[in-house]
């Protein structure tokens, strides 16, 4: 065995049982039964110790320095490891268990709080998860920004500065269009009530179009709908409300965005870090593109109003063109994940200053609840009426993640960039999209973007697969055109 083989059998191993980990999770969020929360902390805790033990295994660090990767493939495999061997021995192995164990409760109580409407019991949790992270991250970033050393997790190479400078250059013109997209006449919403069953068995159509092998994966049902897994086992979730099948069917083709993309990566590369997506980022560009740039467009929305009506019956919607009003109505809501292109990245700002805030220091647990609130009414012109609706409805911070939240605006930007690309190269993609075929498009994705995984880092990524250097422009340009015509601006 060469070194190289010796630090790819072991990686190998340890994407294996990174998946099993995974698939607890998986378990813990759809079918776990609520007595067992205390054991699974206790089983994720014993995962996470066990991983960690393998990434900072001293003999991987003394295979690394020696190991000669024999092709690119081999040498992005490299880099890999050694980054997530780097990261972990800064970290000591009790806090990394720590931190699986807090999380695992965390999220419960935050689920039980959030149902409730109780910051007070989901403080606590807050308190301890900030407090283990930022330990953590001041451990990785050794002097540095600890944020960055969070966000680098998620999306590598990226600092907050950037993410800042990006924000600022997309702020203006985001909210110069909604404010005029508000000031003209909302359409009317899909008004009814829709049988859960039948928005399912829409949902796995949904799916399928879009390009997802459930011989790989499965669809089931969970309170925030999530995709988890990998190669030969990418699964995904969605939620159902009788009074608003767009949740379903819209979270369906998110979701299915980030898993066809674990279905794309090339085989060749699986159980290994390259055989996995490559960002955060670059995955919320998979899912975004389906849910908004495919999924939302006219000639889409055209095939699936038939669809539903055959399905569900007549609709309140009376035409195509009304039924594609109604599924891109722009409203300033509370929630994040029901939101509207136009209000989405906004959502986005507003958590990332604050937990750039939490993770400095400037701001405090229990001084968040006011922080929240005083934000989102200045940035959205509304008072939160409640905690479920305002800094306790995300799953995130409960869970530990912070610094993953931008990530959701970068995977918007990537997307205008990959939407711009992918349109000009594939010119019968509308007429393939109003009979319900999204494949020129999934299939423009899966060669140029998905089969490659983790060999190069995400902006090298998009760039090659565009052309073009990444930017807010695309994006703008695309929600300044599809909402003007809409809007009749
Ligand atoms: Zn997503």
Not at 419 to 436: F, Y
């Amino acid at each position: 065995m060469t070194t190289f083989e010796k630090v790819m059998a072991h990686a190998r191993r340890t994407q294996a049982l990174s998946q099993v980990m995974g698939r607890l999770g998986w378990d813990q969020e759809t079918m776990m039964p609520r007595g067992a929360a205390g054991q699974r902390a206790e089983e994720m805790a014993a995962m996470e110790a066990v991983l960690h033990a393998r990434r900072s295994d001293p003999r991987l660090g003394e295979w690394l320095a020696l190991a000669q990767a024999p092709d690119a493939a081999g040498q992005a495999q490299l880099r890999l490891i050694r980054r997530e061997h780097e990261r972990t021995i800064k970290v000591p192995e009790r806090l990394a268990s720590a931190l699986a164990r807090a999380a695992s409760l965390s999220q419960g109580a935050w689920a039980e709080a959030r149902a409730r409407d109780d910051v007070a019991m989901f403080l606590p949790h807050l308190r301890e998860m900030l407090a283990l992270r930022r330990e953590e991250a001041a451990a990785i970033a050794e002097g540095g920004d600890p944020y960055d050393a969070l966000l680098d997790d998620y999306e590598p190479g990226i600092t907050g500065a950037e993410v800042a400078k990006l924000f600022d250059a997309l702020r203006p013109r985001l909210r110069a269009l909604r404010d005029r997209v508000l000031g003209a006449s909302t359409p009317a919403p899909l008004r009814g009530e829709f049988d859960p069953d039948t928005q399912l068995a829409l949902a796995r159509d949904l799916a399928r179009r879009f390009g997802y092998d459930f011989a790989r994966g499965r669809l089931d049902l969970a309170v925030h709908p999530f995709s988890s897994g990998g190669g030969a086992d990418a699964r995904i979730t969605t939620r159902i409300e009788r009074s608003d099948p767009f949740n379903c069917l819209y979270s369906t083709i998110h979701e299915t965005g980030h898993a066809t993309y674990e279905q794309g990566v090339d085989p060749a590369h699986a159980l290994t870090p390259v055989g996995q997506g490559v960002s955060m980022g670059v995955h919320e560009s998979q899912s975004r593109i389906l849910e908004n740039q495919l999924g939302r467009s006219r000639p889409f929305t055209g095939w699936l109003f038939s669809a539903m009506r055959e399905a569900f019956g007549p609709l309140s919607t009376p035409d195509a063109d009304a039924f594609h009003a109604a599924v891109n109505r722009v409203q300033p809501g509370f929630i994040r994940t029901e939101s509207d292109e136009l209000h989405y990245n906004l959502h986005i700002m507003l958590r990332f200053d604050l937990e750039r805030d939490m993770i400095a220091g400037r701001l405090a647990p229990e001084d968040l609840e006011d922080a929240w609130n005083h934000r989102f009414e200045a940035d959205f012109g509304v008072a939160v009426d409640r905690p479920a609706h305002g800094m306790l409805q995300d799953v995130h911070w409960s869970i530990g993640l912070f610094g993953y939240f931008p990530t959701y605006a970068l995977g918007n930007v990537y997307a205008g960039c990959l939407d711009a690309a992918l349109s000009a190269d594939t010119p019968g993609l509308e007429a393939s999209l109003e009979q319900g075929d999204p494949s020129p498009a999934t299939a423009w994705l899966r060669w140029n973007v998905q089969r490659h995984g983790g060999l190069y880092e995400p902006r090298v990524l998009i760039e090659s697969a565009t052309g073009a250097a990444v930017g807010e422009g695309p994006l703008l340009d695309y929600l300044e055109r599809k909402f003007t015509a809409l809007y009749d601006l």
